[in-house]
């Protein structure tokens, strides 16, 4: 049964969809089957591996709100092992339509269930909000993925949205754990860039991945072009670096533990530690 991770954050622009179409590219060139479900109505993600949404007639949309069976709705993407359940435009109203209907939070899980057990892996790709869509999400996942952009103000929501995390766990999903927060669009010659990693490995300890994803001129042009960076450039920084994510997360699997997940409400009050932590280190800068 495949192992579902939630790629998510509520803001946007941290590298979310990058890391969800290039993690899981990375998954299928490790040759673990791998789904990747796009459920942000911008469908980024099904367009950045090359596949025109709005000349398709069986989407995830159309598999939510119940007219397909979620099987007829999958792709092939040009890589052997990365299925692909895209997103089209229409998927704005899907939250509407939902609305009324009874465990509307569980419609990703139930709908997901009947082909989980052909893959090792499904990465979601949330859209870059806390409502419905994104609750189904974390309803149907394993464990989240938190991409979290080496800049101060996008630590700002962090504590939101693991304050979420712990509300969907205890009324939706008790099975829910954080996969991991990974510091997205890294740069070693800004100072700030530096302090985000200190502070955010000092008060989240283990729950920071060790891979951080550095900024890469190819990994921004990959999805022009309808690619995942390993097919874009393969020797490129920004294909190493998810290569390395994929790696430690299928280390991690090998290893995980029962009750893992156990500090996830704690990780709540550190997530406003680091917000604060950085800030001061601003301040401090500043009177320099």
Partial sequence: MARVIAVANQKGGVG?????????????????????IDIDPQANASNGLGIRTREL???????????????????HSEMPYLDVLPSHINLVGAEIEIVDVKNRERLLAERINSIRHKYKFVVIDCPPSLGLLTLNA?????????????????????????????????????????????????????????????????HLGEKVCKTIIGRNV????APSHGKPVILYDALSIGAKHYLDLANEILEREKVRQNGASASVESSIEAASQVASAVASAMTQEEKK
């Fill in 138 to 202: 974390l309803t149907a996942a394993d464990s989240i993925l938190v991409p979290v952009q080496c800049e101060y103000y996008a630590l700002e929501g962090l504590g939101q949205l693991l304050n979420t995390i712990s509300i969907v766990r205890k009324h939706l999903n008790p099975r829910l754990e954080i996969e991991g927060v990974l510091l997205t669009m890294y740069d070693n010659r800004l100072r700030l860039s530096n302090q985000v990693v200190q502070e955010v490995t000092r």
């Fill in 218 to 221: 190819r990994l921004a042009e």
């Fill in 57 to 75: 007639d069986k989407t995830i949309y159309e598999a939510l709100v119940g007219t397909l069976p979620v099987a007829e709705a999958v792709v």
């Fill in 16 to 36: 979310k969809t990058t890391t969800a179409v290039n993690l899981s590219a990375s998954f299928a060139a490790a040759e673990q089957p791998t789904l990747l």
